[in-house]
């Protein structure tokens, strides 16, 4: 998670006018998930739980579970264990995995 790289995230993450796209799991660029799961906790700490989606990217063949790869149930199978470990709440996960893309997506009439 690289919010640095936005000038003045922090004033609109507090007004509520972003949403906090963590979309690299299961990437190898450096980062690891184990990283960016405990910068999710603390957003979720300073009460930014409603705001956070999680997502992940699998557009090489070696990302396939066949390949080598972590496969397309990476954070059902891997990082929600760890999360629960690491003292996040089944309803803190309901709400990162189910309520929030929910709002997303949410059709709005225009």
């Not at 960016?36 to 705001?51: A, K, M, P, V």
Request: charged share 20%; aromatic share 10%.
């Amino acid at each position: 998670m690289k919010p640095d790289m936005i000038v003045g995230w922090e004033q609109h993450l507090k007004n509520g006018n972003v949403w906090v796209v963590e979309v690299e799991l299961a990437m190898q660029d450096g980062d690891s998930d184990i990283q960016r799961i405990y910068d999710i906790i603390r957003l979720i700490n300073e009460g930014y739980n409603n705001q956070i989606l999680l997502g992940q990217d699998l557009f090489f063949k070696c990302s396939l579970v066949a390949y080598g790869g972590f496969g397309y149930a990476h954070i059902i199978e891997n990082l929600i264990p760890f999360m629960k470990a690491k003292g996040m709440t089944e309803q803190q996960i309901h709400t990162l995995l189910v309520e929030n893309p929910g709002r997303f997506l949410q059709f709005v009439p225009v």
